[in-house]
């Protein structure tokens, strides 16, 4: 089967290093870039959400301040990616700009993406962009992350923001064309393989070790970015960059590895929070909230009669109806004391009431899940 991006609707491609950087001379390669944009643009036309993960900000920034090559400390690191980074954003600005596409600058850490509290907030402002027609450019932001909350690799990190986005596609332009059985540059009898049903340990050996000094990724973190996509619903393809149009080529049949998704998007999400044994509170509704629930929709402060427990934002509560039976379970947008000042409120009133513009909805419907579906 010819699989190609414009069968999905919303698109993570992560570039690495490697590609946006010319090694030698430390420089963007903006020719490169611009046709990676036109492909981009061409898939924002019709329709689908991009969102980009950018590497390049140590590569770039490590030149500029002249620093020798080969590994660099932690702090180097830090300090090349902070001069590194605006440039990058810039380029990106520029190079989408030109196609009629505003770029906005995602900077996360291991955290927005692990720690649930963090991630609605992310979540929501990546949302907002793609609802704004935005393309969001992230990166990880590697002037804070220290070793410990580090990703290190931006494959993971993409990996991640696909399945808290609930992208159905992730696309990993790499210097390589896809995964091999082994090693290609060292085993001459390594094969190809177009297709990945599962990240098992077979295919988990055929990772070798890390790549070039650029990009910190190689096989290993692709592999596991791989795992971490397909297990949360999300589609991935390990697609060659050494080409310009890139992402046209992998639609027009050029060779390229798909790591087929082990479920829908967003299932794995729901079966987190459904698995959620341990809930920190409830919220008691009204019938007529009953019915929205359960037609899709979002729950409102307007149709909740009763708040119980001492929750935080981003806990996992319960949702009973009028006869106090289990209507859903959920992550909660507010934290008990502010709940508690909104129930039974217009969404429009919330700034007014609190004081700051939270969400306009109690729980988000893409943070529950109704009993019994
Ligand atoms: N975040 C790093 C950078 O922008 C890249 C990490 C990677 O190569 O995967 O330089």
Redesign the pocket.
């Known amino acids: 089967m010819n699989r190609k991006p414009e069968d999905f609707r919303r698109i993570v491609v992560k570039i690495?290093?490697a590609l946006l950087v010319d090694a030698r001379a430390g420089r963007l390669k903006r020719d490169w870039l611009e046709t990676v944009a036109e492909d981009l643009a061409a898939l924002a036309r019709g329709g689908r959400d991009v969102l980009v993960v950018?590497?390049?900000?140590?590569?770039l920034g490590r030149n500029v301040l002249g620093l020798p090559k080969g590994p660099l400390l932690l702090e180097q690191s830090q300090a090349?990616?902070a001069v590194?980074?605006i440039a990058?954003a810039r380029a990106w600005s520029e190079v989408l700009g030109g196609r009629g596409l505003t770029a906005g600058q995602i900077l996360l850490t291991l955290s927005d993406t692990e720690e649930r509290r963090r991630y609605l907030n992310a979540r929501a402002t990546i949302n907002t962009l793609l609802a704004l027609k935005a393309v969001p450019v992230i990166?990880?932001n590697?002037t804070v992350a220290t070793a410990e909350i580090r990703y290190?690799?931006?494959?993971r990190?993409a990996a991640r923001v696909a399945s808290m986005m609930g992208a159905d596609l992730l696309v990993l332009l790499s210097d390589i064309d896809g995964l091999y059985t082994a090693p290609p540059q060292k085993d001459p009898n390594a094969r190809f393989i177009p297709v990945v049903e599962r990240v098992t340990p077979e295919i988990e050996g055929m990772a070798g070790t890390v790549g070039s000094e650029?990009?910190?990724?190689g096989m290993v973190?692709k592999i596991e970015a791989g795992r971490i996509a397909t297990t949360a619903g999300t589609t991935m393809v390990i697609a060659s960059g050494h080409k310009l149009h890139p992402l046209a080529a992998i639609t027009a049949g050029d060779r390229c590895t798909w790591f087929l998704a082990d479920a829908k998007p967003g299932t794995a999400r729901k079966n987190w929070i459904s698995g959620h044994l341990e809930t920190r509170g409830l919220i008691a509704i009204d019938a007529g909230a009953v019915r929205a629930l359960r037609a899709g929709k979002s729950l409102l402060p307007a149709g909740v009669k009763r708040v119980e427990g001492t929750f935080q934002r981003g806990d996992a509560i319960r949702v009973l109806g009028p006869a106090g039976e289990e209507i859903a379970r959920g992550l909660v947008a507010y934290d008990a004391v502010d709940a508690v000042r909104i129930i039974g409120r217009n969404s429009s009133d919330i700034e007014s009431i609190l004081g700051y513009a939270g969400r306009p909805e109690m729980m988000h419907r893409d943070d529950m899940v109704i009993a019994g579906e």
């Not at 290190?152 to 494959?155: L, V």
């Not at 650029?214 to 990724?217: I, T, V």
Request: negative net charge; proline residues 0%; charged residues 20%.
């Open positions: 690495g290093s950018s590497s390049g900000s140590i590569a090349s990616a590194g980074q990058l990166n990880e590697d290190g690799d931006n494959d990190l650029l990009s910190k990724g973190t």
